[in-house]
């Protein structure tokens, strides 16, 4: 059984910063890729960042320059670093593990960037 809890997210003024983290417990061995998500109100869920096993990133265009993902591998967490937030990063962001092609979710964190 695989678990993912999110903690981290929160109100902040445009141009702030806030830092998500995750941190993953149980059969994770062997994973792909562990990354972000978001989902806005009335919005499909998108990438944020990810970052695969062999270290290397991806990040939407929206939040290049702006977010960084790191990765613990010896306390199994993963951290999003997000700085110059801007009203339209305001959503729910969910942490992802992607193992052997099956994923698995958190349950969200909120975060809203008030203008």
């Known amino acids: 059984q695989v678990q993912l809890v999110e903690s981290g997210g929160g109100l902040v003024q445009t141009g702030g910063s806030l830092r998500l983290s995750c941190a993953a417990s149980?059969?994770?061995?062997?994973?792909?890729?562990m990354g972000w998500y978001r989902q806005a109100p009335g919005k499909q869920r998108e990438l944020v960042a990810t970052?695969?096993?062999?270290?290397?990133?991806n990040y939407a265009d929206s939040v290049k320059g702006r977010f960084t993902i790191s990765r613990n591998n010896a306390k199994n967490t993963v951290d999003l670093q997000m700085n110059s937030l801007k009203p339209e990063d305001t959503a729910v962001y969910y942490c992802?593990?992607?193992?052997?092609?099956?994923?698995?979710w958190g349950k969200g964190t909120l975060v809203t960037v008030s203008s």
């Open positions: 970052m695969r096993n062999t270290g290397m990133s």
């Open positions: 149980g059969s994770t061995f062997g994973f792909n890729a």
């Open positions: 992802n593990l992607d193992i052997f092609g099956r994923a698995y």
